[in-house]
């Protein structure tokens, strides 16, 4: 077992249900827990793991959690405690074109409008939002973070793949999670 924790974060809606995927096909344990089950926007699941939405409140799901990847949305990054922790991110970055397509979609498909707030507006908060935690976690030592463009994951996964094994320090099959990457579900394009 690693020492430190694998998380894959970005945006909701940014690959991290994909690279979740191809992180398990390379031979690491995700932790999920199912309830979140597969639909029309995320076909192969959603690798989600309700512990990680109450990390402020109660963080004890950390003890079991080295050497296992887990999805976390960049917010929640916040609230992992950082003395005595080490955390290796692969943060998803999408074009947010994208990811706000991708994201009106799946609302539209859960029958929810996504309230009054227009695109430009959204991108703006994300980009606010987004810039605000690369500076704090540019300053947080118990972080290591790799970027990972979406569709550079999609149109040359086994290149991608290798960056992620050599962050994560040589322990996975590359050629299994390149193979896990289904470029016919890259269906929101900018």
Not at 70 to 97: C, I, N, Q, S
Not at 115 to 139: C, H, P, T, V, Y
């Amino acid at each position: 077992m690693s020492d430190f924790l694998t998380i894959v974060s970005g945006l909701p809606r940014s690959g991290t249900s994909m690279m979740m995927q191809a992180i398990a096909a390379g031979g690491m344990e995700a932790l999920t827990d199912h309830i979140r089950a597969a639909d029309d926007d995320n076909p192969r699941g959603y690798y989600e793991y309700e512990p990680v939405k109450k990390t402020k409140e109660d963080a004890s799901w950390l003890t079991s959690a080295h050497g296992k990847v887990v999805k976390m949305v960049y917010r929640l990054l916040y609230d992992l405690p950082t003395e005595g922790h080490t955390y290796r991110v692969v943060f998803m970055r999408r074009a947010m074109t994208e990811v706000l397509a991708s994201q009106k979609k799946m609302l539209c498909r859960l029958g929810k409008n996504g309230g009054n707030i227009s695109d430009e507006q959204m991108a703006a908060l994300f980009r606010k939002q987004l810039d605000q935690f690369d500076q704090w976690i540019a300053g947080q030592s118990c972080f290591h973070i790799l970027d990972v463009n979406y569709a550079d994951m999609v149109s040359d996964p086994l290149g991608q793949c290798e960056r992620v094994n050599a962050f994560l320090g040589w322990i996975l099959d590359v050629d299994a999670m390149a193979a896990s990457v289904d470029p016919n579900l890259y269906r929101n394009r900018g």
